[in-house]
């Protein structure tokens, strides 16, 4: 012992002087910044993450149809700024204030970020970025990831590369979609545990309820809208608890199950949506719905699905799940459906608008700009019925919604007054007020061939001169093209201008609209929604009658 008290010292480590230690603050500051935003340039890749239902597959979908374009514009702002920042660093190394103006760089660094943000977020967005608890533990990790990342290169080419003394940050912007995607592989496995959490607990509660009527609704297109139609039928006799807006995927029928669904409900609506095979069994295996709807089969979803075999199996995952002590009902006035019927197993029923036999059907239709009229029979009743909704599609969707409102119970009166109560759904074929005197149609949200096609025909029902502004249809996979093709042809015998808007589908509708002696000078072009309005405003006058048909979904715009 006491020879250890005799040795000499060890060498300590000087302390840090009031310089390194002024430099280890910047350089944590710095990091922090960066971190956060970058967090807010990455908003359209964390947007499309969610719009796809976090499914990696969609992120990458998204980046292969984008062509690399919004990661370009990260590119570009990483050369500009890594550019700046060298070229400072080297200007003005032998300058007497060098420690100082090496700082200098930086400014014009989060000068360039600063920009990139500011006009990402004036674009205007379909479907913003949900900031929901999932998105924040996300975002997170992201800021984590990105704050580490920029420490360490900062410090990295401080000690090794001089010259490109805090340059690195420069380098960090085009990594970005890499952070994503690390941030969502480190999350995963706890989000899928809290999602089979969720699900266990709305299973749970479900099954306080054994005398609860459950129902599935399915379809390519047309899902919200008989949804809602369904669910006002039904409201006539039940207490009806139904899935809100487009809730559709195993966690929003999940939210619905734990926040709307009270034990007075007797009947659960549940809207269905799918982009993979098996989405649609993984919605039946948490509700056992024992009524089936589907609305119809089209290409929407051809480019997740890949092939239509893909896509037709799907939708009869709901057939599958109610065949043993269900019904489906399906709608014949899509020849898919039809052939799909031939398929299903178990107890079924197929709607038919030309039906003059069936137990449920309609006479004397009759569609105008302001509604349709037509007779309901049921067996040997019948009601004059009319309705606000427009277009021979949507008493297509009544007719399918009163077969499954006889089955259970409803009398063709209460039918019939439901009809006479139903209202659009925002964004889908409504009629909206313009401050210029215009007739709006607004069918945004529609993104469906045959939802297009129907709108256009309703579009006829209007007099006067017809504008038609569409992006066209997207995630069809092979038959994008030819379906937009065909789209051209189609609103060539209806429209009077064609506004194309952004250029996805451009070459598609154009060609479509040239190749059916549609006046070249009467398709025009838009970058944007906005661009669009201002160049209809230049062509339109008061009665003229404006079709927006669909909007791109973010994942696109």
Not at 466 to 483: C, H, W
Not at 506 to 529: N, V
Request: aromatic share 12%.
């Amino acid at each position: 012992m006491f020879n250890l008290l005799l040795a000499e010292p060890i060498d300590m480590p000087a302390p840090l002087g009031f310089e390194s230690w002024l430099t280890f603050w910047l350089v944590i500051i710095i990091s922090v910044v960066n971190a956060v935003m970058l967090v807010m340039a990455g908003y359209k890749f964390l947007q499309v993450l969610q719009l796809s239902n976090y499914r990696i597959s969609g992120y990458f979908i998204w980046i292969k149809q984008d062509k690399g374009a919004y990661w370009g514009r990260l590119l570009i702002l990483t050369f500009l700024s890594s550019a700046a920042l060298l070229i400072t660093n080297v200007l003005l190394e032998n300058f007497i204030v060098y420690k100082i103006m090496t700082w200098l760089g930086l400014v014009f660094y989060f000068l360039f970020v600063t920009i990139f943000v500011v006009n990402q977020f004036q674009v205007t967005k379909k479907t913003p970025l949900r900031y929901t608890r999932r998105i924040n533990r996300l975002i997170g990790v992201l800021f984590v990831l990105i704050f580490v990342a920029t420490l360490f290169l900062l410090n990295f080419t401080t000690i090794y590369i001089p010259y490109f003394k805090y340059g690195a940050i420069g380098l960090t912007p085009v990594l970005l979609p890499i952070f994503i995607l690390i941030a969502y592989f480190i999350t995963y496995p706890f989000e899928k545990l809290r999602a089979k959490r969720y699900c266990k607990i709305a299973k749970a509660k479900l099954n306080e309820f054994p005398n609860l009527i459950k129902i599935g609704v399915t379809g390519s297109y047309a899902k919200t809208s008989v949804k809602n139609i369904l669910a006002s039928m039904l409201a006539e006799k039940y207490e009806v608890c139904a899935s809100p807006y487009s809730y559709n995927t195993t966690l929003g029928i999940t939210k619905t199950i734990d926040e709307n669904l009270l034990s007075k409900h007797q009947v659960f609506v549940c809207e269905m949506g799918a982009r993979f095979v098996g989405d649609i069994k993984e919605i039946c295996d948490l509700v056992n719905p024992t009524i089936g709807v589907l609305t119809g089969i089209g290409n929407q979803h051809l480019g997740t699905f890949k092939t239509q075999e893909n896509l037709v199996k799907t939708k009869l995952e709901l057939a599958e799940s109610v065949k043993a002590n269900g019904i489906m009902f399906v709608n014949g006035d899509n020849a898919k459906t039809r052939e799909a019927y031939n398929l299903i197993e178990g107890k079924k029923e197929l709607s038919d608008l030309t039906s003059t036999t069936d137990r449920v059907r309609v006479s004397g239709l009759k569609t105008t700009s302001s509604g349709s009229e037509f007779v309901l029979n049921i067996g040997e009743k019948n009601i004059r019925c009319k309705t606000a909704l427009l277009g021979k599609h949507n008493v297509s969707n009544i007719l399918l919604c009163a077969m499954v409102a006889d089955y259970l119970g409803l009398t063709i009166e209460e039918i019939g007054h439901a009809i006479s109560k139903l209202t659009p759904v925002a964004h889908r074929l409504a009629l909206v007020p313009s401050d210029n005197s215009l007739v709006i149609i607004d069918d945004a949200y529609n993104g469906s061939e045959e939802g297009a096609n129907a709108a256009i025909e309703v579009l006829s029902d209007f007099e006067g001169k017809k504008f038609i502004i569409t992006p066209g249809l997207v995630e069809l996979g092979k038959d994008q093209f030819n379906s937009n093709f065909e789209l051209g042809k189609n609103m060539a015998a209806v429209a009077d201008y064609v506004i194309i808007n952004g250029s996805i589908n451009y070459e598609a509708i154009s060609s479509g609209l040239i190749y059916a002696k549609f006046d070249q000078s009467h398709i025009l072009r838009a970058g944007s929604t906005k661009q669009a309005v201002d160049v209809l405003n230049s062509f339109a006058k008061a009665g003229d009658v404006v079709l927006f048909e669909n909007d791109l979904p973010d994942n696109y715009a």
